[in-house]
């Protein structure tokens, strides 16, 4: 699985990114940090339609997408994320 947490620098939702992002690398979950800005985290946010920050994408190694939340209301659990992950 990969996992892609866009975030917006310099806002609130920078915060509640990395803070996620810990979270899951103490449960030994990989996540990748993209700026919604740089051009990785565009291609990203135009190829799966998200429009929220933060947002957190769970995707099969195949690039198909297994999950998407967005904007800071809608953050998952990130015990629902790492139960997905090792699914």
Same mark, same amino acid.
Do not use: C
């Given at each position: %699985? !990969?996992?892609?947490?866009?975030y917006?620098?310099?806002?609130?939702? =920078?915060? !509640? #990114?990395e803070?996620?992002?810990?979270?899951?690398?103490?449960?030994? !979950?990989? &996540?990748e940090?993209?700026?919604?800005?740089?051009?990785?985290? !565009?291609? &990203? #946010? =135009?190829?799966?339609?998200? %429009?929220?920050?933060p947002? &957190?994408?769970?995707?099969?190694?195949?690039?198909?997408?297994?999950?998407?939340?967005?904007?800071?209301?809608? %953050?998952?659990?990130?015990? =629902?994320?790492?139960?997905?992950?090792?699914?």
């Open positions: %699985m !990969i996992i892609y947490v866009l917006n620098r310099a806002t609130p939702g =920078e915060r !509640i #990114a803070r996620f992002e810990e979270s899951l690398k103490r449960d030994q !979950i990989e &996540v940090l993209l700026d919604a800005d740089s051009p990785h985290g !565009i291609q &990203v #946010a =135009e190829t799966y339609a998200i %429009m929220g920050r947002a &957190v994408l769970l995707l099969k190694s195949d690039g198909a997408p297994v999950k998407v939340w967005e904007g800071e209301d809608g %953050m998952p659990a990130t015990s =629902e994320v790492a139960y997905l992950a090792r699914q």
